[in-house]
């Protein structure tokens, strides 16, 4: 998985016909001196030809920088180094070494057969466990691409082999794994936090009631969808089986306690934390369930360091693209071109969230955050909207455009796993991507569902 993510792309390779056109088009460009033009369309030609995002992203702003010549090209790479040099950024390779530890350590298994137990007795009983386990999972990772490659594993398997359509677990399983980056910890919130001045601590508090909210909608079109199809429940409850299973579990299931009690209470920082759950997760696996071998610690620090590396080499090369949009005065454009929509925060929003939807649909959440932030959010604020209220917005908004290709990549991971193809899980995702809306509709509009929380611990 992390290799896959080592190689994330904007889009599929194109036919040489088209990028012979784009590049024509980006020289073009750079003749005539629209620079700043020449920097979004040397952005997409690198991206529809496949280049990796990160090195699209700083490739472009070089390019940019190298044309108009105002500025010497190392600040390039001061620009880069300053967007990674911070504090709360500490958070994202300590909450991908617990997602690993949790996902090698056989944690996902015990949380999967407790949520069966719990839910297996509802019509489409093992759709509803895909989502419970989801949200308990997401307690502890705080990324969709874990959740899709390490419980997706198990659960799509337990799905075929209990007779569901492939295309249908598939689909929930991409689905409920969207949830993950809402529900404390995420990491989408840190970069967005980082980038907005933002709390943290007050980001994580507000995903809590959207992610539940997100949870109740697709179990909702589960139930749906079983009675259209016939699926019947999968296990008869039973409490001397949910004691069982609950107990195996304890241990697992105080994970996502740890970290967001001890948030919410004051206790540990984000970034306190996430060392808090990589701590609890290492003796999980190495003390008591005894299932983390040396060997499997070195393979687990790998990804671990890969991942980490690729997420801030997007972060990076998205600071100066942001950089670039900011000294340029983009936002003060974008602000006075919306000025008309100022005093109607509804018009605003729907804007706002047909352009993040657009934008998920061909850009890499994280790199979409850091170079949208700057531009996006004094509109927001101009609007009336909280920065917290606006960050779990766009945060869901670019969750969904991990199940919309081109760069679907929760599809890709999915597709690996599973073994079937892109198209597929892409025709499996689409019914589950009705109740994500409605669920994002429900949290743009009633902007108490985010801020109810943090209001009441924070402010």
């Not at 934390?273 to 003390?287: D, H, K, R």
């Not at 890709?412 to 589950?432: A, D, N, Q």
Request: net charge positive; charged share 10%.
């Amino acid at each position: 998985m992390p290799k896959l993510l080592a190689m994330q792309r904007g889009a599929a390779m194109v036919p040489p016909v088209f990028a012979a056109v784009a590049i024509l088009g980006c020289i073009a460009l750079a003749v005539t001196q629209h620079y700043l033009l020449f920097l979004f369309a040397a952005l997409f030609t690198l991206l529809v030809m496949g280049v990796p995002i990160a090195i699209s992203l700083a490739g472009s702003c070089l390019l940019y920088v190298l044309l108009t010549g105002r500025v010497p090209d190392v600040v390039v790479m001061h620009r880069m180094i300053n967007g990674v040099d911070s504090f709360p950024l500490l958070a994202i390779p300590f909450f991908i070494l617990a997602g690993n530890l949790m996902n090698n350590g056989g944690i996902t298994s015990r949380i999967f057969d407790f949520a069966k137990a719990l839910m297996g007795w509802m019509r489409g009983g093992l759709g509803h466990v895909n989502v419970g386990a989801s949200i308990v999972f997401s307690g502890m990772s705080g990324a969709a691409v874990a959740d899709a490659g390490g419980l997706g594993t198990i659960e799509i398997k337990a799905m075929k082999d209990a007779g569901y359509d492939e295309e249908f677990s598939v689909g929930i399983t991409a689905a409920s794994s969207t949830i993950g980056p809402i529900i404390p910890p995420s990491l989408p919130m840190v970069i967005y936090g980082v980038m907005a001045s933002v709390s943290v601590g007050q980001l994580f508090v507000a995903g809590l009631v959207p992610g539940l909210l997100m949870g109740l909608v697709l179990m909702a079109m589960i139930t749906i969808i079983s009675r259209r199809r016939g699926y019947t429940r999968d296990a008869v409850f039973s409490l001397p089986v949910l004691g069982y299973t609950f107990k195996r579990a304890f241990l697992s299931l105080l994970t996502p306690v740890i970290i967001v009690g001890g948030i919410m209470s004051g206790a540990f920082t984000p970034t306190e934390a996430a060392i808090a759950a990589v701590v609890y997760a290492l003796v999980l696996g190495v003390v008591v369930y005894r299932t983390l071998t040396w060997r499997r610690l070195l393979k687990v620090s790998m990804e671990t360091i890969e991942t980490t590396a690729v997420i801030l080499l997007i972060v990076a090369g998205a600071s100066i693209f942001a950089w670039i949009l900011t000294s340029n005065q983009v936002t003060q454009h974008v602000v006075t071109l919306l000025g008309p929509f100022a005093d109607n925060p509804i018009a605003t929003l729907i804007i706002i969230n047909l352009v993040l939807i657009l934008v998920g649909c061909f850009m890499e959440t994280i790199a979409a955050i850091t170079i949208l932030v700057p531009v996006l959010l004094p509109v927001a604020i101009t609007a009336g909207v909280d920065p917290v209220h606006f960050g779990v917005i766009m945060v869901l908004n670019l969750m969904i455009g991990l199940l919309t290709p081109p760069v679907g990549m929760v599809l890709y991971v999915l597709s690996r796993v599973s073994g079937i193809s892109f198209e597929k899980c892409m025709r499996g995702t689409l019914p589950f991507l009705v109740p994500l809306v409605i669920a994002l509709l429900m949290v743009t509009f009633i902007p108490a569902i985010s801020l109810w929380l943090p209001t009441l611990i924070y402010r």
